[in-house]
T-cell receptor
């Protein structure tokens, strides 16, 4: 079945540094990638939607310059948290739209970001 | 904008028993998809079941079935013969068929399965 590989699974970084999270669709073309943020015991909050080759569409309240999304190919999308601060600590999940699959959406396994 | 509401933050069930998780949604659209996703402690999101709004027949997947009431905008999930591995956070989600492909999630229901 469709698989989205998300790396790293856990990362700890110092305040002020940048962190890149990668999501790769392994056996299908991800024309659309969704990036979510999830706080403990809460729902998934959509941060942005990206389509291959075009700029990401950010949800209201999400800082574009802080959360840089790149979707340069049909199999790779990245989220870079720039100048990270402790309040950016969270669980980040990507989800790829797989039009060829009846299931539609394939989720990555998530990245736990801790900013110290 | 569409909204999805799960009014049960927590539910518990005895192993082998049946439990129903509730979900209501608000939309002005007539054509859409509804989903139930499971998020176990590993945090990996897993699709449980999917329903297309134009289909009157309720979707079923083995021990999982839904009660889709379109007029009432209700989409509950029934888990039969509950197993310990069913313990997870369950999210109801909505997707428009005509205006974009984003999923709108409910708040989630934490299901505990007691042995």
């Amino acid at each position: 079945g469709a698989v989205v590989s998300q790396h790293p699974s856990r990362v700890i970084c110092k305040s002020g540094t940048s962190v890149k999270i990668e999501c790769r669709s392994l056996d299908f073309q991800a024309t659309t990638m969704f990036w979510y943020r999830q706080f403990p015991k809460q729902s998934l909050m959509l941060m942005a939607t990206s389509n291959e080759g075009s700029k990401a569409t950010y949800e209201q309240g999400v800082e574009k310059d802080k959360f840089l999304i790149n979707h340069a190919s049909l199999t790779l999308s990245t989220l870079t948290v720039t100048s990270a601060h402790p309040e950016d600590s969270s669980f980040y999940i990507c989800s790829a739209r797989d039009r060829a699959s009846l299931r539609g959406y394939t989720f990555g396994s998530g990245t736990r970001l801790t900013v110290v | 904008a569409q909204t999805v509401t799960q009014s049960q933050p927590e539910m518990s069930v005895q192993e082998a028993e049946t439990v129903t998780l509730s979900c209501t949604y608000d939309t002005s659209e007539s054509d859409y998809y509804l989903f139930w996703y499971k998020q176990p402690p590993s945090r990996q999101m897993i699709l449980v079941i999917r329903q297309e709004a134009y289909k009157q027949q309720n979707a079923t997947e083995n021990r999982f079935s839904v009660n889709f009431q379109k007029a009432a905008k209700s989409f509950s999930l029934k888990i039969s013969d509950s197993q310990l591995g069913d313990a997870a956070m369950y999210f109801c989600a909505y997707r428009s068929r005509t205006s974009g492909s984003r999923l709108t999630f409910g708040e989630g229901t934490q299901l505990t399965v007691n042995p």
